[in-house]
């Protein structure tokens, strides 16, 4: 298997802490600025899979930045720089523990809950008779707890007014950013002959207590991607979507009986299947950016990566 980027571990000046999530390396400078190292893990159902995916940091990590910058004028966000195709640097905040879930077609978790019997999805009522992939009249927000481990939880905007988890005046902007950051994710994917089927947007306070846009954008970890051309045609012949995100991912986990349940075994991903997913990660990447995909060299990545961003910290870019 080609070379992957597994795992990181610098001391930059100024470092403050360090945290590593499921799939980024996160390094914090100065309690002011983050440092970003999208690496190839991948998860799914809350797990991190035993074999990385390569070029899935690189990917991940340019399709935000691109996506940061094609809706800064829509919405204000953490980002700085990226200087190093597997990094971005960017402004810390205070996280808002609530992700802003929104969703124009009926699939994924919301279509299991459906499937499952479900008429109500965080708040939102659902008619009866709607069919997998079936688009929604309008788009629809189910937030989501963000938690320290384990599945975020499902919940309703009233019930985060009343638990109060956010300020009603800052849910009310969330809501507001999120229907233009999907609008604009929309349009964007249909430039491209794409569906923006669904995603995720994660808020936080910035310093002067402004709230703004963290983490990733419109990347296939969290959002879903269906072909434009081919919609229609597959929903009128009963046929699955193709899907470009990680939705794959998480299909061929369940048809390996494995749902990140307690005494589930994780699968063994073979070669094949791990090359599979490398390439679907390049499709998406070619498809919503317009642009050739250029696969970095894992030839001391590590020195590389930790070159590249000492540069641009002696720049003295950052005020520090």
Not at 25 to 30: A, G, K, P, Q, R
Not at 114 to 142: H, M, S, W
């Amino acid at each position: 298997m080609t070379n992957a980027l597994i795992s990181t571990n610098y001391f930059f000046k100024n470092q403050k802490d360090f945290y590593r999530g499921k799939v980024r390396d996160v390094y914090n400078i100065n309690d002011e600025y983050l440092i970003v190292i999208a690496c190839d893990r991948i998860s799914a159902f809350d797990h991190v899979m035993p074999k990385p995916i390569p070029y899935k940091g690189q990917i991940l990590n340019q399709i935000a930045a691109k996506m940061l910058d094609d809706t800064a004028d829509v919405v204000p966000n953490w980002k700085i720089a990226t200087p190093d195709p597997n990094v971005t640097i960017g402004y810390r905040c205070q996280p808002i523990l609530i992700e802003m879930v929104i969703r124009g077609y009926l699939t994924g978790h919301a279509w299991r809950e459906y499937k499952a019997g479900k008429r109500e999805v965080c708040g939102v009522k659902l008619p009866e008779g709607l069919k997998e992939n079936q688009k929604f009249d309008e788009p629809i927000i189910t937030p989501t707890v963000k938690a320290s481990s384990g599945h975020d939880m499902d919940i309703s905007m009233q019930e985060i007014l009343d638990q109060k988890l956010v300020k009603k005046k800052d849910l009310e902007q969330m809501e507001a950013y999120t229907r233009k950051l999907y609008q604009r994710g929309t349009e964007i994917a249909e430039a491209r002959g794409l569906i923006l089927v669904d995603t995720k947007y994660e808020f936080g306070h910035n310093k002067d207590g402004k709230i703004i846009l963290m983490d990733e954008v419109h990347t296939p970890d969290s959002s879903r991607y269906f072909y434009l051309n081919e919609y229609e045609a597959n929903q009128k012949a009963g046929k699955q979507q193709k899907q470009l995100s990680k939705e794959f991912v998480r299909q061929w986990l369940i048809e390996h009986d494995f749902k990140g349940e307690a005494g589930q075994k994780i699968p063994e991903m073979t070669e094949e299947f791990v090359e599979t997913v490398t390439d679907r990660y390049v499709e998406l990447y070619e498809k919503v950016t317009a642009e050739n995909f250029q696969k970095r060299s894992y030839d001391d990545i590590l020195a590389q990566i930790e070159s590249n961003v000492q540069s641009y910290l002696d720049s003295g870019a950052l005020q520090l």
